[in-house]
């Protein structure tokens, strides 16, 4: 794997295809083992989490179902100023055993925002599998149930991630050169 360069910044590998492909068979063995029984619901945040999810959910052996969101903020009233809305939630939560698939938690501020939304309907249960964690990111504090890796804080790129919109066909996860 060699370097890359994307617009203004050179990034170099740190996470192999194979390794990734590694750690989400073992979540998925985990979530297998732990949702026996259960027919839980995935719920997929775009655009990030598309690579993941599909890896993932490849893997999982129980009737579960998967749908995908977006989340958008738009101008709230002045009190309550930026709101963060989910697009494409069509399914019921109500009563669903629920687990969130997210690229990559980072200040933690949009799982931060959006959860308590999800926990107003009142789902069975509510987990968090991510596969990126930059704790020392961490500004607003989720509760995460599964990661794949946690890494530094430093800008990712590929399998999912992009810089500007590029890079996410990558296969394998680089890293953002020299800055810490
Ligand atoms: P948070 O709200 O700060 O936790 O960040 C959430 C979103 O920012 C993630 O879902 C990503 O889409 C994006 N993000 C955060 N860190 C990175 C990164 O290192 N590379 C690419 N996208 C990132
Ligand atoms: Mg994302």
């Given at each position: ?100 698939l997210e690229d990559i938690i980072d200040t933690g501020k949009t799982l931060n925002e959006f959860l308590p939304q999800l926990q107003n309907q009142q789902p069975a249960s509510l987990k968090i599998a991510v596969l990126l964690h930059k704790p020392d990111a961490t500004v607003f504090p989720v509760k995460i149930d599964y990661c794949c890796f ?31």
């Open positions: 794997m060699p370097e890359l360069t994307l617009f203004d910044k050179t990034f170099e590998p740190y996470l192999p295809e194979s390794l990734i492909q590694e750690k989400i068979k073992e979540m998925a063995n985990v979530i297998n083992t732990d949702y026996k029984g259960k027919k839980p619901l995935f719920i997929a945040i775009l655009n990030g989490s598309f690579m993941f999810a599909s890896d993932l959910f490849k893997s999982i052996e129980l009737e579960a179902e998967i749908c995908f969101i977006k989340l958008a903020s738009y101008k709230g009233t002045k009190s309550s100023g930026q709101v963060l809305t989910a697009i494409g939630l069509d399914t019921d939560i109500n009563d669903r055993h629920i687990i969130i946690s890494i530094p804080n430093r800008f990712v790129l590929g399998y999912g991630l992009d810089y500007d919109g590029y890079g996410r066909n990558l296969k394998e996860i680089y890293q953002l050169k020299g800055a810490e």
